[in-house]
Antibody
């Protein structure tokens, strides 16, 4: 059974930092891309960042680029999100998500979010 | 940036069919997934690759994608299907995941 357990959320003042962790079990972690997706209170889903299995490639939404850093430790089956220069609009539940990636015969990407963690709440006060 | 637009809300009577649309430029050229989210819970994948159902998802959930619109269809809707639904695609231009604006489905 796939399980993704986030931790590290909490309250922080604007301009502060926080590091989230996501511990994974139930699948071959080192072979899987994983992402962070967030949801502000009462709002929709927003993709934040992705990292491939080897950790050699990462990507970030424009809203967090330059402030957030995603990383992983495959020996610990854990992904991290270092969040710096936090702002009030970063307040959200942050979900750790296992991706599924494939490519069809026309080389069109078939990427989606297969499994979700329970989320951890980050509150940034101004 | 690539945008996906959904109707804010859809109402359906029990046993009837609900269609939830997701619109984006040339969306039919991409693969679309759909997620169900109930209050206080994490999202759950209900459709991937436009029309495929993960194990454990009831057959009343189906999907299609053509032109500029993807559709999630709930056939024989049940009270338990009341939730928020989000479409999602991957934008190859930016290499970003994109979510739709979300649709709240009410079963009345």
């Amino acid at each position: 059974e796939v399980q993704l357990l986030e931790s590290g959320g909490g309250s922080v003042q604007s301009g502060g930092s926080l590091r989230l962790s996501c511990a994974a079990t139930g699948f071959t972690f080192s072979s899987s891309a994983v992402s962070w997706v967030r949801q502000a209170p009462g709002k929709g889903l927003e993709w934040v960042s992705s990292i491939i299995g080897s950790g050699g490639d990462t990507n970030y939404a424009d809203s967090v680029k330059g402030r957030f850093t995603v990383s992983r430790d495959n020996s610990k089956k854990t992904m991290y999100l270092q969040m710096n220069s936090l702002r009030a609009d970063d307040t959200a539940v942050y979900y750790c998500v296992k991706e599924k990636r494939a490519v069809d015969t026309r080389l069109v990407r078939k990427y989606y979010f297969e499994y979700w963690g329970q989320g951890t709440l980050v509150t940034v006060s101004s | 940036s690539y945008d996906l637009t959904q109707p804010p809300s859809v109402s359906v009577s029990p046993g009837q069919t609900a269609n939830i649309t997701c619109s984006g430029e040339k969306l039919g050229d991409k693969y679309v997934s759909w997620y169900q989210q109930k209050p206080g819970q994490s999202p759950v994948l209900v459709i991937y690759d436009d029309e495929k159902r993960p194990s454990g998802i009831p057959v009343r959930f189906s999907g299609s994608n053509s032109g500029n619109t993807a559709t999630l269809t709930l056939s024989g809707t049940q009270a338990v299907d009341a939730a928020d639904y989000y479409c999602q695609a991957w934008d190859s231009t930016t290499a970003f995941y994109v979510f739709g604006t979300g649709t709240q489905v009410s079963v009345l």
